[in-house]
């Protein structure tokens, strides 16, 4: 079965500082990982996603994320962390061999401090 | 682009009434998927359409939910008989397949269902 793990509820980061949320996964075969996030009172955005090839992706608003596959883990970076990208963030995963199902994470609500 | 939308944006209803939602796609997009989302969880997956034709349904989607995609344009999503248990946002998203296998989707705001 498929499954996405965010393990921690909330990061708390002071601005200009780099900031990393985590996230494990389990799938069948090959997988496609993809970070959202959400801001309040708006939809869901895409930010990056891994399908094959660099295992560090760059994305939206200066983030990347980096794909471990001994760890099975695509934890989301930023170098230098802004109050603006206070939001909740979720890391969703879809396996190869899974169908159009996508899994998403329980999300993980970032806190950055001025 | 005018993003997707989703009507109503919120609905409260009594158990046991019946609640269809709408979703509207952006324009060029031939897939869509449906997702409810609890407080404090990730959206769950619930139904998939590639143009009209329905190709994945979860397990979540009861006998009591249904999905239709009648002209490969926008969608609605009903739910009969509701119990306060399906109290929830229902989440629709849309995307096209790019150059490559896999793409990302776009969501929508919304519907905030409420069951009393």
């Known amino acids: 079965a498929q499954s996405v793990a965010q393990p921690e509820d909330q990061v708390n980061v002071a601005e200009g500082n780099p900031l990393t949320v985590k996230c494990t996964y389990s799938?069948?075969?090959?997988?496609?990982l993809f970070w959202y996030v959400q801001y309040p009172n708006r939809g869901l955005q895409f930010l990056l996603k891994?399908?094959?090839?660099?295992?560090l992706v760059k994305g939206s608003y200066g983030f990347e994320a980096e794909f471990n596959k001994s760890q099975t883990s695509f934890h989301l970076k930023k170098p230098s962390a802004l109050v603006s990208d206070s939001a909740l963030y979720f890391c969703?995963?879809?396996?190869?061999?899974?169908?159009?199902?996508?899994?998403f994470g329980a999300g993980t609500r970032l806190f950055v401090k001025a | 682009d005018t993003g997707v939308s989703q009507n109503p944006r919120h609905k409260i209803t009594k158990r046991g009434q019946n609640v269809t939602f709408r979703c509207d796609p952006i324009s060029e997009h031939n897939r869509l998927y449906w997702y409810r989302q609890t407080l404090g969880q990730g959206p769950e997956f619930l139904t998939y359409?590639?143009?009209?034709?329905?190709?994945?349904k979860s397990r979540l989607l009861s006998d009591r939910f249904s999905a239709e995609r009648p002209k490969g344009s926008f969608s609605t999503l009903e739910i009969q008989r509701t119990e306060q248990g399906d109290s929830a946002m229902y989440l629709c998203?849309?995307?096209?397949?790019?150059?490559?296998?896999?793409?990302?989707?776009?969501f929508g705001p919304g519907t905030r269902l409420t069951v009393t």
């Open positions: 891994y399908i094959t090839g660099d295992n």
């Open positions: 799938v069948s075969g090959n997988p496609y």
């Open positions: 359409f590639q143009n009209e034709a329905q190709l994945e």
């Open positions: 969703a995963v879809r396996g190869i061999l899974g169908g159009f199902k996508t899994i």
């Open positions: 998203a849309s995307s096209v397949r790019d150059r490559g296998p896999v793409y990302e989707q776009y």
